[in-house]
């Protein structure tokens, strides 16, 4: 069976959470300031979530809810799918359906932020298309104020047909 893409609705914000948790802290821990570490919490990221709800697609698999993107204007936000799920394909899957909604959206080029060293990440985006145009900073905001992180910009130019 073919991953589903779908809308997230509140019900999903508990397993979405989760997996946004497990993924970040495999491709953040160590490469940004404590700070920002110990406020990504779970609960965090739930709130960021619900934040963010009408922006956020979520993939389904066979066994459940697998991973998820978020749009934000012309920015991939966030993009996350579980461990369990890589190297099947499925995230291939949610780049194409985040590429369609920036096509959709009108978008002629996208961005997203990654974080400087998070490898896997990059070879991904890198893999998909996603060109390497520097180095910005990004000013994360948490409950203990606001914190800078230098990360890699990637830029897409978006294909004008469908993916």
């Known amino acids: 069976m073919?991953?589903?893409?779908r809308d997230a609705c509140p019900a999903d914000v508990p397993v979405l959470a989760q997996i946004w948790y497990d993924g970040w802290q495999d491709g953040h821990a160590g490469l940004v300031p404590e700070k920002l570490a110990r406020?990504?919490?779970l609960e965090?990221?739930?709130?960021r979530l619900m934040d963010g709800l009408p922006q956020v697609r979520v993939v389904e698999l066979e066994t459940g809810v697998a991973g998820f993107h978020m749009i934000l204007d012309d920015e991939l936000n966030q993009f996350f799918l579980a461990a369990a799920a890589r190297g099947r394909g499925v995230a291939d899957y949610m780049m194409a359906d985040a590429e369609e909604r920036f096509r959709a959206a009108g978008r002629a080029t996208a961005w997203l932020a990654c974080a400087i060293g998070n490898d896997r990440a990059a070879r991904f985006y890198e893999k998909q298309g996603w060109n390497r145009v520097g180095v910005i900073t990004s000013r994360l905001k948490?409950?203990?104020?606001e914190v800078p992180l230098d990360v890699w910009r990637y830029e897409r130019v978006i294909p004008a047909g469908p993916v």
């Not at 073919?2 to 893409?5: A, E, G, I, R």
């Not at 965090?44 to 709130?47: K, L, P, R």
């Not at 948490?142 to 104020?145: D, K, M």
């Open 142 to 145: 948490t409950p203990e104020g």
């Open 2 to 5: 073919p991953p589903v893409l």
């Open 39 to 41: 406020n990504r919490t």
């Open 44 to 47: 965090s990221f739930a709130d």
